[in-house]
């Protein structure tokens, strides 16, 4: 069975801080999908990143990066230059192959989620 | 291009009565999933439909159940309410190839 473990409950950052969001996960598959959401305190979940298992490739998006390693199954979020806007409740979400070889996007087993406070 | 839209976002209901809550995907979109999102055990997944018919099932009982109609629009009911229930219950629509799924803004249930 497939989990997500996000070992830091709560994190709290001045302003400027860069702050690094850690996710490990577990996984018998050997395709599957990682994705970070942002949860806002409207409550949707919006979206920030999706990675597949077969391309380690890290990525930066303005502010964003993101740290994909197999090895040690993880897959950590980095925000740069924290703003106040940043405060939110950050999960790490994991998608394996679905059946008949499709991947059901839909079905995401989540992490426990990191509360991130951003302080002026 | 709208999102996802659930209704209602707010309920309370009387522990015993049943509930149905509706999600109405991103157009063309034909995979819709339901969550539900409690303090104590974070985002769990329901289930997912995929052109009416229930793809995927996550491990609730057997008062927690959904349907699609043939515009992908969802529906999810449960019986027989136990305070239990509360919770934020949030719906996603997910394409039909290599996209992610996009999350509703949920329906807040509290079961009084």
């Known amino acids: 069975a497939q989990k997500v473990t996000q070992a830091q409950t709560e994190i709290s950052v001045v302003e400027k801080e860069d702050v690094t969001l850690d996710c490990v996960y577990e996984?018998?598959?050997?395709?599957?999908?990682l994705f970070w959401y942002k949860q806002p305190p409207s409550g949707e979940l919006v979206f920030l990143i999706r990675?597949?298992?077969?391309?380690?490739q890290n990525e930066i998006s303005g502010r964003y990066s993101w740290n994909f390693q197999k090895s040690t199954s993880s897959f950590n979020f980095t925000i740069t230059a924290s703003q106040v806007v940043d405060s939110a409740v950050y999960f790490c979400a994991l998608s394996e192959e679905g059946l008949g070889g499709g991947t059901s996007y839909g079905k995401l087993t989540f992490g426990q989620g990191t509360i991130l406070t951003v302080h002026p | 291009k709208a999102g996802v839209t659930q209704t209602p976002r707010y309920l309370i209901k009387t522990r015993g009565q049943q509930v149905t809550l509706s999600c109405s995907p991103i157009s063309g979109h034909r995979s819709v999933s339901w969550y539900q999102q409690t303090p104590g055990q974070g985002l769990q997944f329901l289930f997912e439909y995929f052109s009416e018919t229930q793809r995927n099932k996550g491990n609730f009982p057997g008062r927690f159940s959904g349907r699609q109609f043939s515009n992908s629009r969802s529906e999810m009911n449960v019986s027989t309410l136990e305070l239990g229930d509360s919770a934020l219950y949030l719906c996603?629509?997910?394409?039909?190839?290599?996209?992610?799924?996009?999350f509703g803004q949920g329906t807040r249930l509290t079961v009084v």
């Open positions: 996984t018998r598959d050997t395709t599957y999908y």
């Open positions: 990675r597949n298992s077969f391309d380690e």
């Open positions: 996603a629509s997910t394409g039909n190839v290599n996209t992610e799924a996009f």
